[in-house]
């Protein structure tokens, strides 16, 4: 008996995902030839990404006003470069290691990633430093930002 209600119970959790799905199109294998278009897909759903792993720099001496200050400039300009399309992906990585987060931007060159990176005021100041890499990636990921809207409730 106990088996029968836990199968059951297993149906019905698996019909609820699959209606989800459903209404959020997740499960929807139909190409979309005008959207793989306007996020630059190939043929294969992917792109060309310029990944940044950012590191500690060299300048780590810095009262705790002038850090402050600093990170703040830098989420400023995070959200800056992603209004403007240019970053895809932003996030720091936990502990307190040398490498300290990482940026995936929408450039297909390491000249023009360099360039963004440059915009960095933490990277001006010589508290992080950036390593760049060519990335081949979903370029679905194009489309995270205006998901990420939708479950931010606190902006940064």
């Known amino acids: 008996m106990k088996k029968i209600i836990f199968l059951w119970i297993a149906c019905v959790l698996v019909m609820a995902c699959n209606n989800d799905l459903k209404k959020t199109n997740i499960n929807s294998n139909t190409f979309d030839e005008e959207l793989a278009k306007e996020i630059g897909a190939d043929d294969y759903g992917m792109k060309k990404y310029v990944i940044a792993f950012l590191k500690r720099g060299p300048n780590k001496s810095q009262d705790s006003t002038t850090a402050s200050n600093l990170q703040r400039a830098h989420m400023d300009n995070i959200s800056k470069l992603a209004k403007e399309g240019k970053l895809v992906l932003a996030g720091p990585f936990f502990g307190n290691d040398d490498l300290r987060g990482i940026y995936i931007f929408n450039t297909s060159t390491i000249e023009e990633a360099k360039?963004?990176?440059?915009?960095?005021?933490?990277?001006?100041?010589?508290?992080?430093?950036?390593?760049?890499?060519?990335?081949?990636g979903s370029a679905a990921l194009m489309l995270l930002n205006d998901f990420h809207k939708k479950v931010t409730k606190i902006e940064i």
């Open 115 to 136: 360039q963004l990176t440059e915009t960095d005021p933490a990277i001006k100041a010589g508290t992080l430093t950036m390593e760049l890499k060519e990335w081949y």
